[in-house]
């Protein structure tokens, strides 16, 4: 009884704060849903069906090459685990027992095992997106599963789901919002970013550049608008990392890495793991784009040049002398087959001074390549223009300038 006082007191709480002290950086792991959908057919595709089989698999390449050291914690189920129908007696949700076996407590069991945690998929409907059982019940009743599913969560020992506050420290993640864009409708982020740990509010990405793009645009046209509301504990989620995948370049994917970084957004990869190439897997690993995006100050970066030659900065530790560091890419959309030297002026004659002209500047900034572990490229006055050669078709450069003295450098 004491638990389900709790858990009643957790579900109803949520709906004036959600103080439960995670995702105070951007979440990082991986996620099923872009790269295997609701693929269920495990005698034909005995390696890529929604299973057990699966998120252990994933669990295990996670620690084995090394993107749990660099961050990545959480295995998330999506869509199309749960049998069709709730188990009859109890109405408690049940994993498919074909495909889920061994059941998701012990799935939770072995994630934790490895040093990582575990997210599953609910729907606030009556069904879910795939068919699935959802949180309402239907047929006009004023009932839910809420309370019933928190219970089980809590059981299994899920550590993060799209919707409740079982009774253990959960990662809370909202949809809805994306619904509400779709529909035209303006979400209350207000209330969300007070509500939810992150958020999807666009388009389901898929792979392709077109689809990154689209979101980057997204991102760039509300940006003044999302910014005041991002921060440590409330993360707009442009949907999943898709590096590793086809659809990308390996330009693009360093565009899409960066762009994350700089939208200090959740870094949930959806790909094979088994078959991310080294060049692939050194993006998705890069500990210094990985650290722009994890920066404890959380701001989301802004565009401040438009066009087909942008430039997005990100205010980020360290501060020198009461001096923000700063985070800068440079993204080439243009699609020549030349690459283009992208400035600071960008062909608009600014300075930047005139860039960074919200914040604080230093005299002098060592400049470093991101993408070039970290490589010293030289020293900058503010009044200097920055010129970095940059490819076309979504290329970028990614650096970082700290403030220096006039006569030193350092990292």
């Known amino acids: 009884m004491a638990t389900v006082v709790f858990l009643l007191v957790c579900i109803f709480a949520v709906a004036s704060s959600l103080d439960n002290g995670l995702g105070r950086t951007p979440p990082m792991g991986w996620l099923s849903w872009m790269r295997y959908a609701c693929e269920l057919d495990c005698d034909t595709y005995p390696d890529q069906c929604i299973s057990e089989r699966l998120y252990m698999k994933i669990a295990d390449l996670l620690v084995s090459e090394g993107y749990k050291d660099a961050g990545y914690q959480y295995v998330n189920i999506d869509d199309c685990w749960s049998e069709k129908e709730r188990e009859p007696e109890t109405l408690k949700l049940i994993a498919d027992r074909k495909r889920f076996p061994s059941g998701i407590k012990a799935l939770a069991d072995y994630v934790h095992s490895k040093g990582l945690k575990l997210g599953i998929y609910t729907d606030m409907g009556t069904k879910t997106c795939a068919g699935y059982p959802g949180l309402l019940i239907g047929n006009g009743s004023a009932t839910d599963y809420i309370l019933l599913d928190a219970e089980t969560y809590a059981s299994w020992g899920i550590d993060s789901l799209k919707y409740d506050c079982p009774g253990r420290p959960i990662l809370y993640s909202c949809s809805w919002p994306a619904y509400q864009v779709s529909e035209g409708k303006t979400p209350d982020y207000a209330s969300i970013a007070y509500h939810c740990n992150l958020w999807r509010n666009f388009d389901d990405i898929i792979?392709?550049?077109?689809?990154v793009s689209s979101i980057i645009d997204f991102y760039a046209k509300n940006q003044d608008s999302f910014a005041k509301y991002n921060g440590p504990g409330a993360w707009f989620d442009p949907d999943m990392i898709i590096v590793g995948n086809t659809g990308l370049s390996y330009e693009q994917?360093?565009?899409?890495?960066?762009?994350?970084?700089?939208?200090?957004?959740?870094?949930?990869?959806?790909n094979d793991l088994t078959a991310v190439s080294e060049q692939f897997k050194h993006i998705l690993l890069n500990k210094h784009v990985i650290a722009i995006n994890q920066d404890p100050f959380g701001f989301m970066g802004k565009r401040v040049i438009a066009g087909n030659e942008q430039v997005w900065v990100k205010p980020v530790y360290p501060l020198v002398n009461g001096s923000y560091s700063f985070a800068i890419v440079y993204l080439n959309q243009r699609t020549l087959g030349i690459p283009t030297f992208v400035s600071q002026i960008c062909n608009f004659n600014y300075s930047l001074s005139r860039i960074l002209d919200k914040f604080e500047k230093a005299d002098f900034y060592n400049v470093y390549d991101l993408f070039a572990d970290a490589k010293l490229l030289f020293k900058l006055s503010v009044q200097e223009k920055l010129v970095l050669h940059v490819n076309t078709s979504g290329s970028v450069r990614m650096v970082k300038l700290v403030p220096v003295s006039a006569d030193h450098n350092s990292l």
Do not use: N
């Open 207 to 211: 792979d392709s550049w077109q689809s």
């Open 253 to 270: 994917s360093k565009a899409q890495m960066a762009l994350w970084a700089i939208f200090s957004a959740p870094l949930l990869m959806s």
